[in-house]
Antibody, heavy 118, light 108 residues
Framework: QVQLQESGPGLVKPSETLSLTCTVSGASINFYSWSWIRQPPGKGLGCIGY???????NFNPSLKTRVTISVDTSKNQFSLKLTSVTAADTALYYC????????????WGRGTMVTVSS | EIVLTQSPGTLSLSPGERATLSCRAS???????LAWYQRKPGQAPRLLIYGASSRATGIPDRFSGSGSGTDFTLTISRLAPEDFAVYYCQQYGSSPLTFGQGTRLEIK
């Protein structure tokens, strides 16, 4: 079955860049759209953005100036980069497969906690 | 953006009982784009319902979704022990996509 696994540093310093990778198994990354979602402590889930199978990206307006999502087809992975982080970016980060025709995330990773602190 | 308000915040029930979870939208949402998810600690969230009322692959038929416009409901007909979790609704009818804040379903 399709599985997603997030990886990356659990601690990032303020003003630096948060980088996470999602490794996809059980499906080719070429044929689907992929997304990142996060949940700050005590707050709700929020979609960071997604990348389509054609490479088109769509980001949450509140984050779009700081976010990059890219795909590495050779490794069947996709990545998130968030620049100039602050404590407000501390969150549980999830990667997920995005089905735009249904408007849902049908497969998720378990999530990885990232703390922004000096 | 569309704000989704879920109620109650916490629901305390016993196994075998019926659970009714509400998701209310600040503006009308296309039923085609209203979904429900289940999340348990340390596990990947699971898609339960899409299109307001269609069960995702492998979801037991004790889970059902209904509603339209601004009011949507997730019903679990007879709670199994593994159903105690946090449930989220999500809409994509209007950009940006948004989630509700969640309902925690706990064992009474």
């Amino acid at each position: 079955q399709v599985q997603l696994q997030e990886s990356g540093p659990g601690l990032v310093k303020p003003s630096e860049t948060l980088s996470l990778t999602c490794t996809v198994s059980g499906a080719s990354i070429n044929f689907y759209s992929w997304s990142w979602i996060r949940q700050p402590p005590g707050k709700g889930l929020g979609c960071i953005g997604y990348i389509s199978e054609s490479g088109t990206t769509n980001f949450n307006p509140s984050l779009k100036t700081r976010v990059t999502i890219s795909v590495d087809t050779s490794k069947n992975q996709f990545s998130l980069k968030l620049t100039s982080v602050t404590a407000a970016d501390t969150a549980l980060y999830y990667c997920a497969r995005w089905l735009p025709e249904l408007g849902v995330f049908d497969i998720w990773g378990r999530g990885t906690m990232v703390t922004v602190s000096s | 953006e569309i704000v989704l308000t879920q109620s109650p915040g916490t629901l305390s029930l016993s196994p075998g009982e019926r659970a009714t979870l509400s998701c209310r939208a600040s503006q009308s949402v296309s039923s085609s784009y209203l979904a429900w998810y289940q999340r348990k600690p340390g596990q990947a969230p699971r898609l339960l319902i899409y299109g307001a009322s269609s069960r995702a692959t492998g979801i037991p038929d004790r889970f059902s979704g209904s509603g339209s416009g601004t009011d949507f409901t997730l019903t679990i007909s007879r709670l199994a022990p593994e159903d105690f979790a946090v449930y989220y609704c999500q809409q994509y009818g209007s950009s940006p996509l948004t989630f509700g804040q969640g309902t925690r379903l706990e064992i009474k």
